[in-house]
């Protein structure tokens, strides 16, 4: 039976803007088809949402954002 969604790390780079550029080139040429994501503005104002596949399928875009929370406990620990 096939896992329901595989974990890769992209290594996007650091900054935020070169982030979202590797994303929308993503997101143009087909391979991105769906985003959870979760944005920080100045003075601590956030936006959490969806998008696409991530929309459509909640409970697939849960598992997402469950590995990344995951992924930011370590980090939190200092793993």
Do not use: C, S
């Amino acid at each position: 039976m096939k896992p329901p969604f595989t974990l890769v790390h992209a290594h996007p780079p650091e900054d935020v803007v070169e982030t979202l550029e590797f994303l929308l080139e993503e997101a143009r040429e087909g391979r991105l088809i769906g985003i959870a994501y979760g944005a920080i503005f100045k003075r601590r104002h956030y936006i959490v949402e969806t998008a696409g596949e991530a929309h459509r399928n909640p409970l697939f875009a849960l598992g997402i954002v469950h590995m990344l929370a995951g992924e930011l406990i370590q980090r939190a620990r200092g793993e």
